[in-house]
């Protein structure tokens, strides 16, 4: 079965999904990399302008270490770093020979030719900040499944590990589900859930529950191949977006961060 994969490369999934290309990449047909800072989405000034709205100054250090700190250090050369784990995706896939493109808009028409011709089987969906519409998701012959940093159905939203934070007591897991056009609400394929740890972060419980997420994948991967995967629909709870200010400053005084010093050292390996 051969995948075609849409992820964001960022901090909180880049290291699991470079390990989950790296580790097998005869399977991945096609890689479509979406660009956070994309002019279809408003650019990097009107995305930051939401977000401040939205979250307040509070939101600026998950957004700096989570997307532009790893572009930055992408910059400065990569000799004698491993393939699949330090060094950018796109250098990846063209080292490992697989197709990769920077793509705006994944409902495009131009873009879901590309994903039929493919020849992939199946889209995968790995931190990625697109919604993928009804036409896309059918545009290979298996549709779609997503790796959704949160225990669903209570964490639907971009920013899972923010509100799993939040909320009393802690509650952190990974889901896969199947893609549906409306966000993290399909079907369930499987589910674990992951200890907390004192003083992580929400950037840090991203990274820790995408890996976390790798062996679940490959078992899903493999049932879904098989014929053996069973699906569990899922209640649509409400969406969880983007923290509000009182959220975030609700989160520090329950002594937590949304990224911190920490994640620093992890943005600046990342190489985006």
Known sequence: ?????????????????RRFVAADPGRIALVGLSDPFRREAGGALGQTW???????????????LNFSL???AGLLPSFGRRIGVEVPLATTCRALGIPVETVGDMNAPAFRERLAGSGADLLLTFHVDQILSEGTIAAVPRGGINVHAGLLPEHRGPVPTIHALLDAPVR????IHRLVPRIDAGALLAQLT??????????GAA??????????????????????QRDTPLPTLPYRGFPTAAELRRLGRNGRRAAGWGDVAAALRCRA
């Open 1 to 17: 079965m051969r995948i075609a994969l849409l992820t964001l490369e960022a901090l909180a999934a880049a290291r699991s999904v």
């Open 172 to 175: 952190l897991g990974v889901s």
């Open 70 to 72: 790893p572009r930055l």
């Open 50 to 64: 939401r977000r401040l709205r939205h979250s307040g100054p509070g939101i600026l250090p998950y957004l700096f």
């Open 207 to 228: 990274d820790l529950l995408h890996e976390a997420a790798l062996p679940l994948l490959d078992t899903v991967l493999a049932d879904l191949e098989g014929g053996r």
């Open 194 to 203: 992951v200890p907390d740890r004192p003083g992580l972060t929400a950037l």
